[in-house]
């Protein structure tokens, strides 16, 4: 706790004893305040012509309405620095959620990136397989070509059914791995059998071929008549 001081100080000519807890220093502003107001009133006729009492209750009065006056102005002062606080903090609490809103965007356009990768990716495979079925689609034309059949006609085919139509170019090119591997020991006693293996190949070659004419024929049909709806 504080020490209490006792110091004297002039006051309107007249030494008074003045005691607190406060400073020597704040007890002399104080007084010195009280000996301004003094003057100041003093310059004034009426003031001066008043009693003791009057003058007293004149100079009580004068520091009652400073003291509201400064009251008033330090409660102004303290609402205006809560209301600066206030938008402060409303400003912080802006700053933040901008911040989540940003680290949100920042994921959005991270997982739209990725997304981006998988479809260049998926566009990738999508190509090569498109190559692989333009080669396969060229390898039955070639074949069909050898085979004597006209490669334009079997195109509607050939595009609806790359697969099919692959393992059919085995057919119509005849192969047989297995004669490869015959010794030629072997080759004249199954002369006759490869003739006959050949005639049913070749039967089988014309069989895919009426096939594919067929469904060529089919296919032009389907179109023909979806046009005429």
């Not at 100041?40 to 003031?47: C, H, L, M, N, T």
């Amino acid at each position: 706790m504080a020490e209490k001081r006792v110091i004297k100080v002039l006051i309107a000519g007249k030494v008074m004893t003045m005691s607190g807890y406060e400073s020597e220093e704040y007890m002399q502003k104080v007084a010195a305040y009280i000996n301004s107001k003094i003057e100041e009133y003093e310059k004034a006729d009426a003031f001066r012509r008043a009693s003791a009492d009057i003058r007293h209750r004149m100079l009580e009065l004068n520091f009652a309405d400073s003291y509201f006056k400064e009251k008033e102005h330090a409660e102004d002062l303290e609402q205006r620095l809560k209301d600066k606080i206030n938008e402060l903090d409303e400003m912080k609490h802006n700053y933040v959620n901008s911040q989540v809103m940003v680290d949100d965007q920042k994921k959005d356009v991270g997982s739209l990136e990725a997304k981006l990768r998988e479809s260049e990716k998926s566009i990738t495979r999508l190509q090569t397989t498109l190559t692989e079925r333009e080669k396969t689609i060229a390898d039955l034309q070639a074949a069909l070509k050898e085979a004597g059949r006209d490669p334009r006609t079997m195109e509607p085919v050939i595009k609806k059914e790359p697969e099919y139509v692959q393992t059919s170019i085995e057919d119509l090119l005849g192969v047989n791995k297995a004669e490869k591997t015959e010794t030629e020991d072997k080759k004249k006693d199954e002369e006759n059998a490869a003739d006959n293996e050949a005639a049913e190949l070749k039967k089988k070659q014309d069989e895919t071929a009426l096939r594919l004419a067929k469904q060529s024929e089919a296919f032009r049909n389907s179109r023909n008549g979806k046009r005429r709806r």
